[in-house]
């Protein structure tokens, strides 16, 4: 069992001195680890790989890194060259952002009474904010969603060409759940992973299945912006670093998600990089720690926990996200991860009832104003 549970972890002490966050001259940003986020206050601990410390703060639900894991050492060897030859010809879903694409998309929005839309600013290069195809086709209010973001289904082949492309133009993160097109030595590599370990601790945990892993190759310096999932998640990374950092789901009215009808449901409205206090205030009370992760790491990433992923090399990861899992019995006063299922469910409820994204808001100030 480790005292020291930073020792020998890639965020711990001891980590050699990292670069600043850096623009590197070429006008975009190039990613960096040293920069100081005022709301983090500590690090996530690092424990041995089968540290019943460790695996007891998963089930209470709690960020840990373990290390020294073999959770998928038949996967170490995945790089560039290996994915390339062994990958097979099927297509990956590709998420880009282009420099080109954003000077047109640069038209201002129509003013409108709704929050969101103050928050429609073309995006960083380097930032890939997740959006639901879905809710986008029903969004009632365009003016309050703009993407520049495209996701585009090509080969590991075309992917590559544009990985190693000119990244002030244009920014690629693949992110495609592995499935059956794989060619043979990456669908033995898989069948490799300690699947044992996996299902003995999943039935510990107390999680649902598991419902995907996610293969994520993507360039330093991009960043998956402030966000939760609705899925506990062990994330493994395979080649190069990742700064994360983690607010537990009490921070939920600090970080200001878009509504649930939005195509950036999940996500904080928030730039953790340069935060509005003037249209968030509440974010002055938000208070995370942060995880820096490596190969033969792995974090877990609770349900419900807000993350922020900043790329500090090109890197490599595969996750595996399960289902949160059999009901507990429930317990008061609610936790604020089942106080956030509540509200999600009610806000969802609501507009199903008013079949009317704009008049939500008003009927919430009908229950509140004055009220409560
Ligand atoms: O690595 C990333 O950029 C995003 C990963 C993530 O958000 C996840 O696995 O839930």
Redesign the pocket.
């Given at each position: 069992m480790s005292e020291t549970p930073f020792r020998d972890c890639l965020g711990g002490p001891g980590t050699p001195v990292p670069q600043p966050f850096l623009n590197n001259g070429t006008g975009h940003y190039d990613g960096g680890d040293t920069h100081n986020y005022n709301f983090i206050t500590g690090n996530v601990p690092c424990y041995d790989f089968n540290d019943p410390v460790a695996l007891n703060l998963i089930k209470e639900q709690v960020p840990v890194i373990l290390k020294g894991a073999d959770l998928v050492s038949s996967a170490m060897k995945w790089d560039l060259d290996y994915l390339s030859t062994h990958i097979g010809g099927g297509r990956f879903a590709v998420f880009i952002r282009n420099a080109e694409a954003d000077r047109h998309a640069l038209v201002q929005p129509q003013s409108s009474s709704n929050p969101q839309s103050q928050s429609v600013q073309p995006e960083p290069l380097h930032i890939?904010k997740y959006f639901d195809e879905k809710k986008l086709v029903a969004l009632q209010d365009r003016s309050t969603f703009q993407s520049t973001m495209v996701r585009v289904e090509m080969t590991f082949q075309e992917f590559l060409k544009r990985f190693h492309g000119d990244r002030s133009q244009e920014r690629v993160?693949l992110?495609q759940p592995l499935n059956n097109t794989v060619g043979p030595q990456i669908a033995s590599d898989f069948i490799q992973f300690n699947w044992s370990w996996a299902a003995e601790h999943k039935r510990e945990f107390n999680w649902g299945p598991l419902t995907s892993n996610?293969l994520?190759i993507?360039q330093k310096g991009?960043?998956?912006p402030c966000?939760f999932?609705e899925?506990q998640?062990l994330?493994c990374p395979l080649r190069g670093r990742?700064r994360?950092l983690l607010f537990n789901p009490e921070n939920f009215p600090y970080l200001y998600p878009y509504p649930v009808h939005h195509p950036n449901d999940r996500q904080s409205q928030v730039n953790l990089d340069n935060p509005d206090y003037g249209r968030f205030p509440k974010f002055a009370m938000a208070r995370g720690v942060q995880a820096t992760v490596g190969p033969g790491e792995i974090l877990y990433?609770p349900i419900h926990w807000w993350?922020h992923?900043i790329?500090l090399d090109d890197?490599i990861?595969i996750?595996f996200?399960h289902k949160g899992g059999g009901s507990a019995p429930v317990e008061y006063p609610l936790q604020a991860r089942q106080k956030i299922a509540m509200v999600r469910n009610i806000e969802k409820m609501l507009l199903e009832a008013l079949q009317d994204q704009n008049e939500l808001k008003e009927l919430l100030h009908w229950i509140v104003d004055g009220r409560y």
């Amino acid at each position: 069992m480790s005292e020291t549970p930073f020792r020998d972890c890639l965020g711990g002490p001891g980590t050699p001195v990292p670069q600043p966050f850096l623009n590197n001259g070429t006008g975009h940003y190039d990613g960096g680890d040293t920069h100081n986020y005022n709301f983090i206050t500590g690090n996530v601990p690092c424990y041995d790989f089968n540290d019943p410390v460790a695996l007891n703060l998963i089930k209470e639900q709690v960020p840990v890194i373990l290390k020294g894991a073999d959770l998928v050492s038949s996967a170490m060897k995945w790089d560039l060259d290996y994915l390339s030859t062994h990958i097979g010809g099927g297509r990956f879903a590709v998420f880009i952002r282009n420099a080109e694409a954003d000077r047109h998309a640069l038209v201002q929005p129509q003013s409108s009474s709704n929050p969101q839309s103050q928050s429609v600013q073309p995006e960083p290069l380097h930032i890939f904010k997740y959006f639901d195809e879905k809710k986008l086709v029903a969004l009632q209010d365009r003016s309050t969603f703009q993407s520049t973001m495209v996701r585009v289904e090509m080969t590991f082949q075309e992917f590559l060409k544009r990985f190693h492309g000119d990244r002030s133009q244009e920014r690629v993160y693949l992110q495609q759940p592995l499935n059956n097109t794989v060619g043979p030595q990456i669908a033995s590599d898989f069948i490799q992973f300690n699947w044992s370990w996996a299902a003995e601790h999943k039935r510990e945990f107390n999680w649902g299945p598991l419902t995907s892993n996610l293969l994520l190759i993507g360039q330093k310096g991009n960043i998956t912006p402030c966000h939760f999932d609705e899925q506990q998640n062990l994330f493994c990374p395979l080649r190069g670093r990742k700064r994360i950092l983690l607010f537990n789901p009490e921070n939920f009215p600090y970080l200001y998600p878009y509504p649930v009808h939005h195509p950036n449901d999940r996500q904080s409205q928030v730039n953790l990089d340069n935060p509005d206090y003037g249209r968030f205030p509440k974010f002055a009370m938000a208070r995370g720690v942060q995880a820096t992760v490596g190969p033969g790491e792995i974090l877990y990433i609770p349900i419900h926990w807000w993350h922020h992923v900043i790329n500090l090399d090109d890197t490599i990861a595969i996750n595996f996200w399960h289902k949160g899992g059999g009901s507990a019995p429930v317990e008061y006063p609610l936790q604020a991860r089942q106080k956030i299922a509540m509200v999600r469910n009610i806000e969802k409820m609501l507009l199903e009832a008013l079949q009317d994204q704009n008049e939500l808001k008003e009927l919430l100030h009908w229950i509140v104003d004055g009220r409560y």
